[in-house]
């Protein structure tokens, strides 16, 4: 019987929302990025697996002050058939929000996705 893995990266590229009134010319801040704390693996997509189809997607998630995904996007896809099983394993994920020394902030983070049938 032959395996497959789904994989996801659990470094995550953040980019912290930052309000007006936070920018202070003078001062230098320091954001701590939304991490992803805990995420299931994505159930391989039956088709796929099937016909032995390999695939990668980056989901862009947008972390909200609690922590919680507040909406995904595909960024980039090798194959729309695996983009369900991403999006909602990204939507389902816990995260640490980004903080600055005010606090939590709402920020973006990228997810890559990695789709490999194991021979």
């Known amino acids: ?14 980019i912290a929302s930052v309000k007006a009134d ?3 010319p003078a001062g230098v801040y320091t954001v701590k990025p939304a991490d992803v704390v805990r995420m299931a693996k994505p159930e391989f997509p039956q088709l796929p697996l099937r016909l032995h189809w390999e695939g990668f997607v980056l989901v862009r ?7 919680k995904a507040k909406q995904a996007l595909v960024a980039k896809s ?6 369900d099983a991403a999006l909602e394993s990204a939507m389902t ?5 980004a903080t600055m020394p005010q606090g939590p902030v709402a920020s973006w983070v990228e997810i890559p996705f ?4 194991q021979r």
């Open 61 to 67: 998630v947008q972390v909200g002050l609690d922590g």
């Open 114 to 117: 990695t789709f490999k049938f």
């Open 22 to 24: 936070m920018i202070k």
């Open 1 to 14: 019987m032959k395996m497959y893995i789904a994989t996801v990266a659990a470094t995550c590229l953040s």
């Open 78 to 83: 090798t194959n729309p058939m695996f983009n």
């Open 93 to 97: 994920a816990e995260y640490a929000p």
